[in-house]
């Protein structure tokens, strides 16, 4: 190997060429045997350079160094005819060589070399020009073999180099042919094909383990699963992606588009964990095996059983409770509602349950902005007082005795017949209030145990409390203020919880004796669409059953239940003073809009006083025109008798002014207090409109 260095020994003087062109002499300092180069050193302008020259250039420069055996061609051409010039650079040369033994003297003839010496060269082969030109011919035949043998002979930086590019180079065609390969598998009228490949990329990762019939049904006082529909005609249409991902039993993860802010797109997979989980296909029997059926035990046992099914408009809640739909007709045979029916009259059967000589009965109402309907009787509008007892009673409410599940049937169909809904851009057949369908057990009259089934208006609607229109406005912010209320009487329940927040919203108010009671259970189903278009939508949902269910999975927050109390005192001072003092709906609509205070904002909480304030004047406006329309026709009566009076000859003049007089009187002070009670409301109209411009969404986080 060493021969491949010719003559360079360490402290050579070498020519060599720059970057720039420039052509200077440099010291050896190392040889470098692995790839076959040298490094040099010069001084310049005081400062000490090197760098690494592979040997072809050296050799190039510097013929004379060259091996012996690639200069052995030149005797060919006799040396004595060769100029004295040629033989001068040579001793010159081999001067160089020698520079390590004559340190002063070599250096000065280096430089004189380099500088000043090869001016006058020219002058010298003047006399035989055709020689030289024959010689230097021969070295350079043997520089291009040289060249040719020494193709692969480069220095480690410049093969990393080399890799690398040879590497970016493949990596490109890779993802070219990728591109191509995709492009036309791709639908290119999907909207938004790279999300789709990004969860599909995704999904490709995860391990399936989905809820099945062999898993075991677990107890639980509160159940929380989310059940996921399918996509319908209209998101297919609009060829909208799936973003709802559900691996096991038990966890659901959304796949939301972001966005950077160099306009990339990406997913932030988010996850949640519940007690179930149900997949879009799913069947209503399934649902109802992990969720109502466990409950059905419950009523026999002299318990309060209550099963909700929450989510955004159109995501399946009616589907889910009342059966499957074939257009606007629903076939309830296969909803919760029948099939909870079913296994109740299965267990009257049983001996230990027969000889409690228990009947059965079904009620059905919905509450809509406020006020509830009974879907048994017309939709007759009802009352909800309570008692003395402080038990609450729904006035007026017609309970059904039903002997078999086909009576239930029938009364389901009358009371969806009956029911609110209206068309919203996720539904053509949306439904609009909270519907309430009740089986109720009764031992020689008295109450047994009750089964509520609610299937709760669409999440999405709460937000709709800064609508132009007034019944809307009412309309969301009942839902938003009942779905805040149930929140927290599900977790007043799982807490134990001294006191239960049931007066804020007409719903808990009904459902009171089912959040109150050792022997309560409840179940939520949380029904998500999987389409992207409706990832807020989902989210919040998934967010709310979340809270619900989080307050009892651990139990080291049941202390932290009290911390809101404290923190509730300092927020009341934003609020009037008038409504510390105030009936007990408005105490707990207080408690209830301190503890969620991230979502209610002062102006929202505002906004939900000047409601409940109108509906309640509302009411007692109501039932003081239908009191002063029964007194009326009492007047007309004693009118009457007055004007038959003055028909006799000599009927007595004083008696007739007198009782004239006393009935005008009546009538001036009934009718100038409902006046002024007519007044009065409107001007609780009023605060509702102006509180309702005034809202903001969501109280400011403090920093």
Same mark, same amino acid.
């Given at each position: 190997m060493a021969s491949a260095f010719g003559k360079i020994v360490v402290g050579t003087y070498v020519e060599i060429k720059r970057s720039d062109g420039r052509i200077h002499q440099a010291m050896v300092t190392s040889l470098n045997e692995d790839n076959e180069s040298v490094t040099v050193e010069w001084i310049e302008n005081g400062d000490t350079k090197g760098k690494e020259i592979d040997l072809e250039s050296i050799f190039a420069l510097n013929p004379d160094v060259a091996p012996d055996e690639e200069i052995a061609p030149s005797p060919e051409t006799p040396p004595p005819p060769t100029p004295t010039s040629v033989k001068v650079n040579k001793i010159a040369k081999n001067r160089r060589t020698i520079a390590p033994i004559k340190t002063d003297t070599p250096s000065r003839d280096n430089r004189v070399v380099s500088t000043r010496a090869r001016p006058p060269q020219p002058q010298q082969p003047e006399p035989?020009?055709?020689?030289?030109?024959?010689?230097?011919?021969?070295?350079?035949?043997?520089?291009?073999?040289?060249?040719?043998?020494?193709?692969?002979?480069?220095?480690?930086?410049?093969?990393?180099?080399?890799?690398?590019?040879?590497?970016?180079?493949?990596?490109?065609?890779?993802?070219?042919?990728?591109?191509?390969?995709?492009?036309?598998?791709?639908?290119?009228?999907?909207?938004?094909?790279?999300?789709?490949?990004?969860?599909?990329?995704?999904?490709?990762?995860?391990?399936?383990?989905?809820?099945?019939?062999? /898993?075991? !049904?677990?107890?639980?006082?509160?159940? &929380?699963?989310?059940?996921?529909? #399918?996509?319908? @005609?209209?998101? *297919? =249409?609009?060829?909208?992606? /799936?973003? !709802?991902?559900?691996?096991?039993?038990? &966890?659901?993860?959304?796949?939301? #588009?972001?966005? @950077?802010?160099? *306009? =990339?797109?990406?997913?932030?997979?988010?996850?949640?964990?519940?007690?179930?989980?149900?997949?879009?296909?799913?069947?209503?029997?399934?649902?109802?095996?992990? =969720?109502?059926?466990?409950?059905?035990?419950?009523?026999?046992?002299?318990?309060?059983?209550?099963?909700?099914?929450?989510?955004?408009?159109?995501?399946?809640? =009616?589907?889910?409770?009342?059966?499957?739909?074939?257009?606007?007709?629903?076939?309830?045979?296969?909803?919760?509602?029948?099939?909870?029916?079913?296994?109740?009259?299965?267990?009257?059967?049983?001996?230990?349950?027969?000889?409690?000589?228990?009947?059965?009965?079904?009620?059905?109402?919905?509450?809509?902005?406020?006020?509830?309907?009974?879907?048994?009787?017309?939709?007759?509008?009802?009352?909800?007082?309570?008692?003395?007892?402080?038990?609450?009673?729904?006035?007026?409410?017609?309970?059904?005795?039903?002997?078999?599940?086909?009576?239930?049937?029938?009364?389901?169909?009358?009371?969806?017949?009956?029911?609110?809904?209206?068309?919203?851009?996720?539904?053509?057949?949306?439904?609009?209030?909270?519907?309430?369908?009740?089986?109720?057990?009764?031992?020689?009259?008295?109450?047994?145990?009750?089964?509520?089934?609610?299937?709760?208006?669409?999440?999405?609607?709460?937000?709709?409390?800064?609508?132009a229109d007034r019944q809307t406005r009412l309309e969301g912010a009942e839902i938003n203020k009942s779905l805040l209320a149930l929140k927290e009487c599900i977790r007043a329940l799982g807490r134990n919880k001294p006191h239960t927040p049931f007066r804020a919203s007409k719903l808990t108010q009904v459902l009171r004796d089912s959040f109150i009671g050792e022997n309560s259970r409840t179940c939520m189903i949380a029904t998500i669409s999987p389409g992207m278009t409706s990832c807020e939508n989902t989210l919040n949902t998934l967010r709310y059953a979340n809270r619900v269910k989080e307050l009892t999975v651990d139990p080291n927050q049941v202390i932290e239940g009290v911390r809101p109390t404290i923190h509730a005192v300092n927020q009341l001072d934003l609020l009037d003073e008038d409504w510390l003092s105030s009936s007990p709906q408005r105490d707990d609509l207080k408690l209830l809009c301190e503890q969620n205070e991230e979502e209610v904002s002062p102006q929202l909480f505002t906004f939900h006083e000047a409601v409940s304030q109108m509906v309640e004047m509302e009411e007692q406006v109501l039932e003081d025109h239908r009191a002063v329309f029964q007194e009326s026709i009492r007047w007309l009566e004693d009118e009457k008798v007055l004007l038959e009076m003055t028909e006799e000859v000599d009927y007595d003049v004083d008696s007739y002014a007198t009782q004239l007089e006393q009935i005008l009187d009546q009538k001036i002070d009934i009718l100038t207090e409902l006046r002024d009670k007519v007044k009065s409301f409107r001007s609780a109209l009023q605060e509702e409109e102006q509180a309702s411009k005034q809202i903001n969404p969501k109280r400011p986080r403090a920093l």
């Open positions: 035989a020009p055709p020689p030289p030109s024959q010689q230097p011919s021969q070295p350079t035949q043997a520089q291009t073999q040289q060249q040719l043998q020494n193709a692969r002979r480069k220095s480690n930086c410049v093969k990393e180099v080399e890799k690398l590019q040879e590497k970016r180079e493949r990596r490109r065609l890779q993802q070219q042919e990728l591109r191509e390969k995709r492009a036309q598998e791709v639908d290119t009228t999907i909207p938004n094909y790279e999300i789709m490949y990004m969860i599909r990329d995704f999904r490709a990762s995860l391990d399936y383990r989905p809820l099945t019939t062999a /898993d075991l !049904i677990e107890e639980h006082r509160i159940c &929380v699963c989310v059940r996921k529909r #399918p996509l319908n @005609k209209k998101e *297919l =249409t609009m060829k909208d992606l /799936d973003v !709802i991902t559900i691996p096991s039993k038990d &966890v659901v993860m959304v796949h939301e #588009p972001k966005q @950077k802010v160099d *306009l =990339t797109r990406y997913l932030e997979n988010q996850t949640f964990r519940f007690d179930y989980a149900f997949d879009d296909s799913t069947t209503n029997e399934m649902v109802y095996r992990f =969720t109502a059926r466990p409950l059905v035990e419950t009523i026999f046992e002299r318990g309060m059983a209550t099963c909700f099914a929450y989510g955004q408009t159109g995501s399946g809640k =009616t589907h889910t409770m009342g059966g499957d739909f074939s257009g606007k007709n629903q076939d309830c045979s296969k909803g919760v509602y029948a099939l909870a029916a079913r296994d109740v009259f299965l267990m009257l059967k049983k001996p230990i349950y027969k000889k409690l000589d228990l009947q059965v009965y079904a009620t059905f109402f919905e509450i809509y902005s406020g006020k509830v309907f009974d879907l048994l009787n017309r939709k007759a509008k009802l009352r909800v007082l309570e008692d003395g007892k402080q038990q609450v009673q729904v006035v007026g409410l017609q309970e059904k005795e039903v002997k078999c599940t086909e009576d239930v049937l029938k009364l389901i169909e009358v009371g969806n017949s009956c029911r609110t809904s209206g068309q919203t851009s996720a539904n053509a057949h949306s439904s609009r209030s909270h519907a309430v369908f009740q089986i109720i057990l009764r031992r020689k009259g008295k109450m047994h145990g009750k089964f509520s089934l609610i299937d709760l208006a669409g999440n999405e609607r709460g937000a709709d409390t800064s609508s």
